[in-house]
């Protein structure tokens, strides 16, 4: 659970560990996701753990779970880095329509 966000569902069994999962592809991680929390209470007592006092910057994405939310998941993948690894590019931005960086925001 350490290296996972906040808002991902522990394990029931195993606390320390969490309902989630990672794809790696030739050693990249390609995509991530897993059980989400679904309690509004779970997710103050997940923040609270974090050391999260302030929760001003949550209130919106929270309010959607003080009245309730059905047990859910998901997952997110990385196109660019498939892209990259599928050809074999030595850089992400290789494969990547618009690349961003530090000074390079806009195409």
């Known amino acids: 659970m350490g290296k996972r966000p906040f808002y991902t569902h522990p394990n029931p069994a195993d606390p320390a560990y969490s309902n989630s999962f990672d794809l790696l592809f030739r050693?990249?991680?390609l995509i991530t996701g897993?059980?989400?929390?679904?309690?509004?209470?779970d997710y103050l007592d997940a923040l609270a753990r974090?050391?999260?006092t302030d929760l001003a910057p949550y209130e919106t994405y929270l309010?959607?779970?003080k009245f309730g939310m059905p047990p859910h998941g998901g997952f997110a993948i990385?196109?660019?880095r498939f892209v990259m690894q599928l050809?074999?590019?030595?850089n992400i931005r290789?494969?990547?329509l618009?690349?961003?960086?530090l000074s390079r925001l806009a195409p």
């Open 27 to 29: 050693g990249v991680e």
């Open 34 to 41: 897993g059980q989400r929390l679904h309690l509004y209470q």
């Open 50 to 52: 974090q050391g999260v």
């Open 63 to 65: 309010e959607a779970f």
């Open 78 to 80: 990385g196109l660019e």
């Open 87 to 90: 050809l074999g590019l030595d």
């Open 94 to 96: 290789l494969g990547t």
């Open 98 to 101: 618009f690349p961003r960086d």
